[in-house]
């Protein structure tokens, strides 16, 4: 034990340490006066007899007073105080007796209770220095320790240590002081392989955590209630269900000390919990006579877990029924919890109700729930009239109701409240900075955006995932090469998922296909797992060079992972192989998907639409509705459009009035678009500027009537096309109108009106307009390039361009040239 020799064995009496000498005259007002022993003579059992029952009654500084009036205090009486203040919470007075007994005169001698009792205090304060003094005194005192001085060393070490933060970078084989303590003991008991057990799950270390209990069973010795409780954890955490199975069995053979432990019961719920078999917890529970609080919470808490959400409000809502079953505020977050995730705005107020009734006193976990729970089915209002309400509020609070704000598109209203939060004195950290970078990406303000960088840098805030926000928001915001410099900077090995995830996302935002591919194939090499995110993202890089091989090797990793079936995987494939022009494949993801929703349904109708199937479309459209499926406004978008692209305008134009109809979904810019276009694509062009014309300050949009002008050019509706023209020249003020001039110029083109042509393009020249530049990929070898009008980026484009002039003289020479038009 000569490891703890290094530390400091004096240990300083705080100044603050009141002085309990009854002769210090300076004291103002005592409570009480205790006169000194008649005799000497006095039995140390009665002594000792009336300090223990101060202390059982509350009241160990009335002890700690007493105490202060014995000349020779023995080790007992000394060991009655120390015990006395930890009994009743008070760990730092126990360890200030100590270190004041310590440094005095009286020559008191420790024994073994007194160096275990304070190290429990030192336990229970986290105070690893003063253990490692007191350490060092035991030492040089106690030349044969006992099992209680090795157990409460252990425990010590193990508490105080689990207390570090940089507990999972640390060396074992050199820095373990638990392990070196339990390798000085001679002989241990089940205590001593118990915290060795729970030292090792602390620590992460499950396997050996496992090892060490089978080796203690190996021995023979008899595990107590606290031997499974404390290896549970590791099963769970190295996924071993068979196992943890058996363990099980034999806690059950070890007979009803165990099986009718209610901490035991707990523990094996969680574990199940954790290992994803639920109904194995649930017979563990029924199994349960008695069942207490923490039993109730464990159950409810694992069905949540396991998103089995109705399930747990189920098992709440019979906990609410059985009267001996109290409700603290752990069963409170769980259901909370369950009800945010369902999304369902009744129950949450049903909840919230109940809540109400059942708490004199609102915690501010509970208040900072439910704002997070009406948040999340959609009434942020009501979040915001609770967040108001609120008496107290801590950092949480602000950041629930920040965050609030931020998902449900209410950034404008997140930024002001981060300002009111900084008014009222409360700090930003990381969970602030995260709601502030999501805010900039949704508002695609590079302003915010560089500002919340800046305070990350000047106030030293790091946290997890933070490259990955950062990369996302510049890429938003149309800073892509800042997000690439950002994410090179970044350490190759330290990259976490969502950080490759971004900068994959950015650059097929971007349009740049060939490093989004580079940077996912640098991913893979790294031996960094893609997820559903990761597939998700990269797939849609496939649509411009309409590259069907490189998505079915993606496809091809989807099944190898596990994640084909994936909600957003799925919705990805059918997209990519709807644009690669392979509509039977997507038809075979869209069949072969076991869960359907409104994303999945939406993007196969988009899909057939697309491809000019509109019977199908419909089709799908109401076997969508009898699966009882509600659509949303996008699906009717993509039902519309198909409509549109298929000629069915009756069918179309029923669905549209039966959006508010039926489903009470008012009709936006896009819906007004898709009936526009789809009048004007089959010749109905005067019905639908009538259309357009009826709906009034709704239809003052670029694109409704951008979309009418393109009728006319269709259907060669030339007056109209002026008036819609004209309309269109008065909204310049609202957006870019490039391709409306070059849509009215083709117009007169193929009129043959050359003046107005010319007049059209002189306007464009002196507005300073340009037509956006086409783009062109081509696949070769492997290899995707890309191409635009005029492009001198192509590292080989002196040579293309020779080659198109020669290919051009060709021409000329066999009088084949192109017919130029006027």
């Known amino acids: 034990m000569a490891m703890a020799s290094t530390s400091s064995s004096s240990l300083p009496i705080p100044l603050s340490t009141p002085s309990h000498d009854p002769s210090n005259k300076t004291q103002k007002n005592p409570l009480f006066r205790i006169s000194p022993p008649p005799s000497p003579s006095l039995k140390t059992p009665s002594i000792r007899s009336r300090l223990s029952k101060l202390c059982q009654e509350g009241q160990p500084h009335v002890a700690r007073q007493l105490f202060d009036t014995f000349p020779r205090p023995t080790t007992v009486i000394c060991n009655t105080i120390i015990i006395g203040f930890i009994c009743n919470n008070l760990p730092l007075e126990a360890i200030l007796f100590y270190s004041k007994l310590k440094s005095s005169s009286l020559g008191t001698k420790f024994d073994s209770y007194t160096y275990s009792s304070t190290l429990k205090a030192c336990a229970e304060t986290r105070s690893l220095k003063i253990g490692r003094a007191i350490h060092c005194h035991l030492i040089r005192c106690l030349s044969n320790p006992s099992r209680i001085v090795y157990n409460s060393l252990l425990n010590m070490y193990s508490s105080c240590l689990s207390n570090v933060g940089c507990l999972s970078y640390l060396d074992y084989s050199k820095y373990d002081l638990v392990h070196k303590v339990f390798d000085t003991m001679r002989k241990r008991d089940v205590v001593a392989w118990n915290t060795m057990v729970s030292w090792y799950v602390k620590t992460e270390r499950y396997v050996e955590a496992i090892r060490l209990f089978r080796l203690v069973m190996k021995m023979g010795i008899k595990p107590s209630p606290v031997s499974f409780v404390n290896v549970f954890p590791a099963f769970s955490s190295v996924g071993d269900f068979k196992n943890a199975d058996v363990l099980y069995g034999m806690l059950v053979k070890m007979g009803s000390e165990y099986v009718n432990d209610l901490f035991v019961v707990s523990s094996v719920i969680f574990m199940f919990a954790e290992l994803g078999h639920i109904d194995f917890a649930r017979k563990v529970f029924d199994h349960c006579l008695e069942k207490n609080t923490e039993i109730w919470n464990t159950m409810i808490g694992g069905y949540v877990q396991n998103n089995l959400l109705i399930e747990g409000i189920d098992l709440f809502l019979k906990a609410v029924e059985t009267e001996q079953t109290v409700l603290d505020n752990v069963t409170f977050l769980s259901v909370l919890t369950a009800v945010s995730q369902l999304q369902c705005l009744d129950l949450a107020q049903q ?25 999340r089915c959609n009434s942020v209002h009501t979040s915001f009239e609770v967040f108001e309400k609120m008496v107290e509020r801590d950092v949480v609070s602000w950041n629930t109701m920040i965050s609030a704000f931020v998902q449900n598109g209410m950034d404008d209203e997140g930024l002001m409240l981060v300002y009111e939060m900084q008014k009222q004195g409360f700090a930003i950290d990381s969970v602030t900075v995260t709601a502030l970078l999501s805010a900039a990406s949704n508002l695609r303000s590079q302003e915010i955006g560089k500002q919340t960088y800046a305070y990350l840098l000047r106030h030293g805030i790091q946290f997890e995932g933070m490259d990955g ?81 490189l998505g079915k090797q993606l496809h091809g990793v989807s099944i190898r992972l596990l994640l084909d079936k994936n909600i957003f995987v799925s919705t990805s494939l059918v997209d990519m192989y709807s644009k690669s022009g392979s509509i039977n494949y997507a038809e075979n993801v869209f069949t072969n998907l076991p869960d359907k929703n409104s994303v999945t349904y939406t993007t196969m109708i988009l899909a057939y639409g697309q491809h000019g199937m509109g019977e199908r479309a419909l089709s799908l459209f109401h076997s969508m509705k009898k699966s009882g499926i509600e659509p949303d406004a996008i699906t009717f978008i993509a039902v519309l459009s198909a409509c549109s692209h298929s000629g069915l305008v009756d069918e179309g134009l029923q669905i549209f009035e039966s ?29 639908a500027y009538e259309f357009v014309k009826q709906l009034g300050e709704a239809g003052n949009v670029l694109e409704i009537w951008g979309s009418l002008l393109g009728a006319c050019r269709l259907h060669e509706h030339v007056e109209l096309g002026e008036v819609v023209a004209k309309k269109l020249l008065e909204m310049e003020k609202t957006g870019n109108i490039t391709g409306y001039h070059v849509l009215l110029s083709n117009i007169y083109a193929e009129e043959g009106n050359w003046v107005n042509v010319d007049k059209v393009r002189r306007e464009m020249r002196e507005k300073g307009l340009q037509k956006e530049v086409g783009s062109s990929w081509i696949d070769i070898g492997g290899s995707v390039a890309r191409f635009t009008s005029k492009d001198q980026d192509h590292p080989h484009s002196d040579k293309i361009y020779e080659m198109l002039t020669g290919l051009a003289m060709e021409m000329k020479k066999s009088d084949r040239s192109p017919p130029i038009n006027p």
């Not at 995830?501 to 640098?522: C, D, K, P, S, W």
């Not at 936006?668 to 004007?680: A, E």
């Open 351 to 375: 909840l919230h109700a109940f809540v109400i009734k059942n708490l004199a006193v609102f915690p501010l976990m509970i208040t900072n729930a439910i704002i997070v729970m009406y948040s």
């Open 469 to 549: 926000y950062l990369i996302d928001m510049y890429a938003k915001c149309g800073l892509i090469r800042l997000s690439q410099r950002i994410f090179e900077r970044s350490n190759v090995n330290n990259r976490d998922q969502a950080t490759w995830n971004a900068m994959i996302a950015g650059y097929t935002q971007h349009g740049l296909v060939e490093e989004a591919f580079v940077t996912f194939r640098q991913m893979l090499e790294k031996n960094v797992m893609p997820n559903a995110v990761t597939l998700a993202t990269i797939l849609p890089a496939c649509n411009p060079v309409g590259n069907i091989d």
């Open 659 to 687: 959006m508010e109809k039926d489903f009470k979904i008012q009709p936006s810019t896009p819906h007004y678009c898709c009936v526009t276009d789809m009048l004007g694509r089959v010749g109905r062009v005067v019905e």
